[in-house]
């Protein structure tokens, strides 16, 4: 059976900081070596809009959103 972890997330400029742990959670299941998929909708798509994600900067503790979705995508995210 394949290990695989979807993440969620429906919130981007309406709730930041909801989409950058949403992010940070994707990473950490990359990071146990299960395939990881991030289903974005409603709010959520602004993450995928070019430019969206560097306007997002909550961070603190976590990094900006674009760092940490350009993370995902270079660990194999989906």
């Known amino acids: 059976m394949a290990k695989t972890f979807c993440v969620s997330i429906t ?3 309406e709730d930041a900081d909801k989409a ?3 992010f940070v959670v994707a990473n ?3 990071g146990s070596e299960n395939d990881t998929l991030v289903f974005l909708s409603t709010d959520g798509v602004w993450a995928a809009v070019k430019g969206e994600a560097e306007k997002i900067n ?5 990094a900006p959103l ?13």
């Open 58 to 62: 909550e961070g603190a503790p976590f």
């Open 20 to 22: 950058t742990v949403g």
């Open 66 to 78: 674009k760092e940490l979705i350009d993370k995902f995508v270079a660990g194999g995210g989906k």
């Open 11 to 13: 919130y981007c400029r």
């Open 28 to 30: 950490a299941a990359l």
